[in-house]
């Protein structure tokens, strides 16, 4: 079946550090990816998403392109801040559920 | 505008006891989604709803769990007669339309069976 697996965490990093956050996916056909956020205290929110292979989605200065040729969605940011200390849950899409990965914890450090 | 709300935040249950979770989707939005997520995991699937009609309920791990959406609006689930291991955030996620799409997810209800 589906699934989704991403790095395991906590990712410790400095303010400025760059980050690489790994995923990758099993699926049947061609499934939507996204990745999630859930920051201290709130709800699950979507970060960033990309619907077919070779497309790159982008949002918050955070990037990630769809590989179909290694199956991967890697998330990236050149240059992390404090406030982006959350958890990252990676996820595919191919029919009407989300399938997520167990999360990465990110600290950032000043 | 107004978010996903679920409610309570938190409960607390006995063995044995039923409970009912509450979601208020975004308004308008025509799929539902209820995912459970155990400490340290990622969220799975449970239950789907687009309007009122459950299409996919292949994620419920028991018979004692149901989920409901009579008006297409408000959803509730159901869990009888609670088992340690269904200790868990309960998440909902509502979608303004069907098919592969942004999910917006409450902030959910954490329940805990003593």
């Known amino acids: 079946g589906d699934s989704v697996t991403q790095m395991e965490g906590p990712v410790t990093l400095s303010e400025e550090a760059f980050l690489t956050i790994n995923c990758t996916y099993t699926a049947t056909g061609y499934p939507s990816l996204f990745w999630y956020v859930q920051y201290p205290g709130e709800g699950l929110q979507l970060l960033l998403k990309a619907t077919k292979a070779d497309d790159k989605g982008s949002n918050k200065g955070f990037e990630a392109t769809y590989r179909k040729e290694t199956t991967s969605f890697h998330l990236e940011k050149g240059s992390v801040q404090v406030s982006d200390s959350a958890v990252y849950f990676c996820?595919?899409?191919?029919?009407?559920?989300?399938?997520f990965g167990k999360g990465t914890t990110l600290s950032v450090s000043s | 505008g107004a978010g996903v709300s679920q409610s309570p935040r938190y409960k607390v249950a006995k063995r044995g006891q039923d409970v009912a979770l509450r979601c208020d989707p975004i308004s308008g939005h025509v799929s539902l989604f209820w995912y459970q997520q155990a400490l340290g995991q990622g969220p799975e699937f449970l239950t789907y709803f687009q309007n009122e009609a459950q299409l996919d309920k292949s994620g419920l791990p028991s018979d004692r769990f149901f989920a409901e959406r009579p008006e297409g609006s408000v959803s509730t689930l159901k869990i009888q007669r609670t088992q340690q291991e269904d200790s868990a955030v309960y998440l909902c996620a509502s979608s303004p339309v069907s098919g592969v799409n942004e999910q917006f997810f409450g902030p959910g209800t954490r329940l805990t069976v003593l």
């Open positions: 996820s595919n899409q191919a029919g009407t559920a989300l399938i």
